[in-house]
């Protein structure tokens, strides 16, 4: 029986449960034809450390288990400075940006649990996707997110992006 759900700040001390969930996500994503996305080692341990030195990261528990993990980022996200084929919701509020979600396959509702928390924090929320992640589409748009058009990471990899504002 699964404790109470909560989210809190990711510490350095969860490292070692953060990466077990970002390994579970990556077979989630291998099994379910995502083959290009999270490759190369990517997270990586000096990402997730990133993420919470910055104050970003943040894990997500089952009682005393941690069960997932994600990044909350202010805006502005440089890579979202330019769409294609498409155009963003408002471009002019502020907003925060979800990034690296991951979870373990026999969990459910973690991202209906993150989004919940993340829009109780701000009411403009933007995120991107692979355009092989069929799983996080799905998710991304029963959470009532519009397809905005695509956007470019550093690397110059195709991200499919979504905005949705309360």
Not at 11 to 18: G, H, N
Not at 27 to 42: H, P
């Amino acid at each position: 029986m699964p404790g109470k759900r909560t989210i809190s700040q990711a510490r350095t001390s969860d490292l070692p449960l953060i990466m077990k969930v970002i390994s579970a996500a990556k077979k989630i994503m291998r099994s379910s034809g995502n083959l290009n996305q999270w490759i190369n080692g990517y997270p990586s341990e000096d990402v997730i450390l990133g993420d919470i030195a910055k104050g970003c990261g943040y894990v997500v528990s089952d009682g005393e288990d941690i069960v997932g993990y994600f990044a909350c980022v202010p805006s502005p996200e440089p890579t979202y400075a330019r769409i294609y084929e498409g155009q963003w919701l408002d471009d002019t509020l502020p907003y925060h940006v979800i990034h690296r979600i991951g979870s373990y396959p026999d969990v459910h509702g973690v991202f209906k649990t993150i989004m919940d928390w993340c829009f109780s924090k701000d009411p403009n929320i933007r995120i991107d996707t692979h355009r092989d992640n069929k799983i996080m589409q799905h998710n991304i748009l029963k959470e009532g997110f519009s397809y905005c058009g695509i956007i470019y990471l550093e690397s110059g990899d195709e991200r499919l992006a979504y905005q949705k504002i309360l």
